[in-house]
């Protein structure tokens, strides 16, 4: 059985820093997809990044240049470095797995991931 546990959230002011992991457990992700998706409560859940293959990277445009993706297959770890963090960045960040990958890099489509975790919160305050 795969899971996948987030960690890392919590509360900063605006222009701060945090780090997200997600460590899974049931699989390897050598040739998986992983991403990070957030939630609003009330709105869809949108993708924020994702990685293919333990190399190529894919970002939504709110979050490029600030936010970066990586994995470390050794830890089965994936994670999100997140700098000069914006309130509008305030949400619900989800870690996900899946197999399907689409000319060398995951989609920011929720149906292509298989497995997600439970969700961490990441405030952030203006």
């Known amino acids: 059985q795969v899971r996948l546990v987030e960690s890392g959230g919590g509360s900063v002011q605006t222009g701060g820093t945090l780090k997200l992991s997600c460590t899974a457990s049931?699989?390897?992700?050598?040739?998986?997809?992983m991403g990070w998706f957030r939630q609003i409560p009330g709105e869809e859940r949108e993708g924020v990044a994702t990685?293919?293959?333990?190399?190529?990277?894919n970002y939504a445009d709110s979050v490029k240049g600030r936010f970066t993706v990586s994995l470390d297959n050794r830890k089965n770890t994936l994670y999100l470095q997140m700098n000069t963090l914006k309130p509008e960045d305030t949400a619900i960040y989800y870690c996900?797995?899946?197999?399907?990958?689409?000319?060398?890099?995951?989609?920011?489509?929720?149906?292509?991931?298989?497995?997600w975790g439970q969700g961490t919160q990441v405030t952030v305050s203006s």
């Open positions: 996900a797995a899946g197999s399907s990958t689409f000319d060398g890099y995951c989609r920011f489509v929720e149906t292509d991931f298989d497995y």
């Open positions: 049931g699989y390897t992700y050598s040739t998986l997809c």
């Open positions: 990685i293919a293959n333990s190399y190529n990277t």
